[in-house]
């Protein structure tokens, strides 16, 4: 008897892991992927490429001695 | 403080990527070598001027050159003096994100990750190029719609379509401008009678190649060795010349180009009609590149403002935001 009522409650709580496990997995998906769509957005990405500008003033002077990417 | 790094390691320029900093780091790919013991002589830009112009015992190679590792050893070197030289340290242990060429196999990016781990990195992984090429060139790659992006380096053409982060095509040729030097150097020499080196050839095509007629032509003189009596001489070359020597080279690219577009779902192909394809990389830059392929595909082609920078760049933002995009390195997408 006690032993039947082990089992089930053995397995009612195996069956809320598993499903309260899964449920997270799914939100973790939706999560990471606008984690990702976000930083790929321009308004994310403008600080980066900007970067580029200060850059380019710092190589100006040792492409003019025959770098061969130079345009 | 540790700072991460983000390296383009293309076949004829590396540049690196610092977090917080930007680049610092912009040079040929090529490392120059003690034939006789193996020892380092010069990397960067020192070993670059050295190229074709060394005595017996040094040689100067790109361990890179057709978009293939073939020299582990060298290129672990190469990539352990770079990180030496932006200061990284066993006591700084930066992470690293790589940008390789897509069609290196997985034994070469073990060697690639192994090395920069072995250099101090505290972790290293590797992201496409055209995806780093994408982001670094500002297209809307966070929206649903088909962004293609051209990247022509020295041994390396690659074009991708990329939709809401992720790569929906790929097409990658170890063809490149590389090949476009030695088409002009075979020409001369077979045409002309006069043997040049691989700098000038490639100062040819800078300076008159063409992959369409363009408005304004100049002939080039071009100085090299006769190879009937050894003595130095002058030619002329005319860009007419030129383009003809380079059309096998020119049309695999292109092909490349259609193959890529043939892959991609219908729906984001009618995006590329509105949105065009954008051209990168040092390669894109030769004249009349962009008008060839947007006559042959008809599609508009765009050129980036940072042909140059781009994958670094975007290999960069990755690095910036590396918790949120550590999904978009090779291996981590099933
Ligand atoms: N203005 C130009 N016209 C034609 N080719 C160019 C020009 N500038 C650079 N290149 C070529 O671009 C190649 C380097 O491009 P890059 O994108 O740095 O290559 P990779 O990414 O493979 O290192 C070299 O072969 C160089 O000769
Ligand atoms: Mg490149």
Known sequence: ?71 | MARDLAIDLGTANTLVYMKGRGIVLNEPSVIALNRQTGEVLATGREAWQMIGRTPGYIVAVRPLRGGAITDFEITERMIRLLLQRVGVSRFTRPKVVICVPSAITEVERRAVTDAARRAGAADANLIEQPMAAAIGADLPIDEPVGNMVIDIGGGTSETAVISLGGIVALEAVRVGSFDIDAAIQNYVRREHGIAIGERTAEEIKVAIGSADPTHDENQAEVRGRDLMTGLPKTVLLTPEEVRFAIEDVISSIVSSVIRCLSKAPPELSQDFLVRGMYLVGGGGLLRGLAERIERETEVPVKMSNVPLEAVVLGAGHVIEHYEALKGMFMGARR
Do not use: Y
Request: aromatic fraction near 2%.
């Open chain 1, 1 to 71: 008897m006690s032993v039947v009522v082990i089992i089930v409650v053995i397995v009612v709580v195996a069956v809320v892991l598993g499903l309260g496990l899964r449920s997270r997995t799914a939100n973790d998906g939706v999560d990471s992927f606008r984690r990702q769509i976000d930083a790929l957005s321009p308004e994310a990405r403008k600080p980066t490429i900007d970067q580029v500008k200060s850059a380019e003033r710092l190589d100006d002077d040792d492409r003019a001695d025959g770098d061969d990417s130079a345009p």
